[in-house]
């Protein structure tokens, strides 16, 4: 199984952003699917998370700004006003019933004027 995220790049605060992670090989029963980020010098923070059968999750700083949303491929993120703490390498994460990980392999968003 692989994740390949792709989508992120330079951007002006204010302007947005659509991050994809592709699968490709099955994971049998997922537990969840999301997005993490890690800024430099800091720890890998989880950013939303779809909790299947569940629900939707968003750390506090991109409610109202970020959408998680998926389709039977393909895991997205569409991330608006972007502001410069959002500067971070993006990651997409598949998690199946027995708490293994998948990881794709990062993709930097660098929000700066």
């Known amino acids: 199984v692989q994740l390949q995220a792709s989508g992120g790049g330079l951007v002006q605060p204010g302007g947005s952003l659509r991050l994809s992670c592709v699968a490709s090989?099955?994971?049998?029963?997922?537990?969840?699917m999301g997005w993490y980020r890690q800024a430099p010098g800091k720890q890998r923070e989880l950013v939303a998370v779809?909790?299947?059968?569940?629900s939707t999750n968003y750390v506090e700083s991109v409610k109202g700004r970020f959408t998680i949303s998926r389709d039977t491929t393909t895991l997205y993120l569409q991330m608006n006003n972007l502001k410069a703490e959002d500067t971070a390498v993006y990651y997409c994460n598949f998690r199946n019933q027995d708490y293994k990980d998948y990881w794709g392999q990062g993709t930097l968003v660098t929000v700066s004027s």
């Open positions: 779809f909790v299947i059968g569940g």
């Open positions: 090989g099955g994971i049998s029963s997922l537990r969840s």
